[in-house]
Nanobody, 124 residues
Framework: QVQLVESGGGLVQAGGSLRLSCAAS????????MGWFRQAPGEERVFVAA????????YYADSLKGRFTISRDNAKNTVYLQMNSLKPEDTAVYYC?????????????????WGQGTQVTVSS
């Protein structure tokens, strides 16, 4: 089973960009589909984006299409989330998650392993 560590969060002004990284331990990273979720204060954790084990299939929350891009580098055991044109409503803790399956899913219950999260704060 992989372990996940997110990084790249921080404080950014509205309109700015951030790239989150999620580093996975273990030699079986390429057998996991990966997802990003976020959780704002007082709210449920919600789906952001997901990517298949090969990187050939991606899914996005409808509201984030065009601004966020998920990608992965299996040689580096890392998945990324590029976030552009950030808005204050993007403020949340962002979590990386792994699913030991080639089938990509978009719900929290489908993921086996979670990182500790990284805070993203967008100021207006």
């Amino acid at each position: 089973q992989v372990q996940l560590v997110e990084s790249g969060g921080g404080l950014v002004q509205a309109g700015g960009s951030l790239r989150l990284s999620c580093a996975a331990s273990g030699r079986t990273f390429s057998t996991y589909s990966m997802g990003w979720f976020r959780q704002a204060p007082g709210e449920e954790r919600v789906f952001v984006a997901a990517i298949s084990w090969s990187g050939g299939t991606t899914y996005y929350a409808d509201s984030l299409k065009g601004r966020f891009t998920i990608s992965r580098d299996n040689a580096k055991n890392t998945v990324y989330l590029q976030m552009n044109s950030l808005k204050p409503e993007d403020t949340a803790v962002y979590y990386c998650a792994a699913r030991h399956s080639m089938v990509v899913r978009t719900t929290t219950d489908d993921y086996d392993v979670w990182g500790q999260g990284t805070q993203v704060t967008v100021s207006s």
